[in-house]
Structures are given as C-alpha cells and as structure tokens.
C-alpha cells in the first residue's frame, strides 16, 4: 500500500503496538513521495511538558516567555515542503488538540507570542499505540481531530501477527551490526532462527533487535 498512499496528500494514521515500527512507515511515505527532497519532520507528542508542546510545534517570539532571545521556528515550519511525523498523537493534551486541528485544516498558525500568520506547506502523518475510538468515547480526543488524521489508515500488527517477517528483520540488522563493527558478516543458525520465531515479543521490532544487538 505505501507507493499508492505516498503518491497522495492525503493524511495518514499509522496504529500500532509500541515497537512495531510506526516512524520506519512514516519515513517510508516521504521517502516514496514528490516531498522526499524536503525534511522530514518528527515531534513526540507525549514527550513534552504541555507548556513546551505549543512553542515546539509552532516557534515562538523572542521575549515570549523566559529564556526566549530570538525567535524560534516550530516543527510545521520547519516542515515547509516536506512531512511532518506527530508521533504518539494520543498523548496530545485535550488544550493543544483544537489549535492542532487549525494548522492542519488552515496550514497557517500563529508563533507564541508573536500575532502574525505563518504559513507552511506540509503533508501530516501521525502515529499511536492507543486506541484514539476508546479516547473519542470517553471524551479525550476530539472527533473533529480524528477524522482530520484519520484520512488514510494503516494498521501495523505486532510482532508475533507476522513471524515471517522475523527473519527479514535480523537478517537486516545482522548485516547493519557487521557494518558498524567493521565485521566481515554475521549468520544465524536455523536452530536459533527457529527460536526466535516461537518468542511473542511483548516490545515487537523494538524487542528483537535488542535481544540480536545483547547476543
């Protein structure tokens, strides 16, 4: 699906487990798309404090709070041209969520601090490990947001859902490891193979590449 939904300016809500790999996908669709010159722009949502969250994504002004010396672009900005990645879009605080939905429909916003229009041209892909129709029934997301994002879905199953990517995945990593360490290769054996693929992998993409990186 990812060449057909590249081609499009359509939003993407990518849903999936922690550790399936929801920015490789996201990265994927700009790499695929007329934007890929452009930046690729990625914004944890539920890595901020709430009061840092609004200058992050849209800049501020200088003398906008302590600390601001000079003006700031934000993440859209930044984005101009190119993808912007809204991950863990679920964490987002219910405040921030009506200012998100008018950056997207408008493709302008205001800096903090500052009372002039900024506008950029950007494409929005966004992630969640949550369920945002849970969040919507109990109040948590607004609606007019979720069908904003959730123009185009992808769902990324875990791990366990597709054990035939498990060889793909550490025949990949194996050969990025032996680059790195400057190593002629690095094999594994059917037997071990044959384990990984009876594991569950709870952490998913994220989990089996750290059990292969230990080993």
């Not at 359509?10 to 996908?25: C, D, N, R, Y």
């Not at 506008?119 to 029934?137: G, K």
């Not at 607004?142 to 035939?164: M, T």
Request: one cysteine or more.
């Amino acid at each position: 699906l990812l060449p057909e939904i590249a081609e499009s300016e359509s939003a993407v809500l990518i849903e999936g487990a922690s550790g399936t790999g929801k920015e490789l996908f996201a990265r994927a669709l700009h790499n695929l798309s007329r934007r890929r010159a452009k930046k690729f722009v990625a914004i944890n949502c539920g890595a901020l404090p709430d009061n840092l969250l609004e200058s992050e994504l849209f800049g501020y002004k200088a003398g906008a709070f302590t600390d601001a010396r000079r003006d700031k672009p934000g993440r859209f900005a930044l984005a101009h041209g190119g993808t912007i990645f809204l991950d863990e879009i679920g964490d987002l605080p219910i405040d921030m969520q009506p200012k998100l939905l008018r950056a997207i429909e408008d493709k302008e916003f205001e800096r903090v601090g500052g009372n002039k229009v900024v506008r950029s041209d950007f494409r929005v892909i966004a992630a969640t490990n949550q369920s945002l129709e849970t969040m919507l029934a109990a109040g948590r997301f607004r609606k007019d947001l979720f069908y904003r994002l959730n123009v185009v879905s992808l769902h990324i199953p875990p791990l366990r859902e597709r054990p035939a990517d498990i060889a793909a995945i550490t025949q990949h990593f194996l050969a990025q490891t032996a680059k790195e360490a400057n190593l002629h290769s690095l094999s594994i054996d059917k037997a071990a193979e044959s384990a990984l693929r009876r594991c569950e992998w709870p952490g998913n993409a994220r989990e089996l590449m750290n059990v292969l990186e230990r080993s």
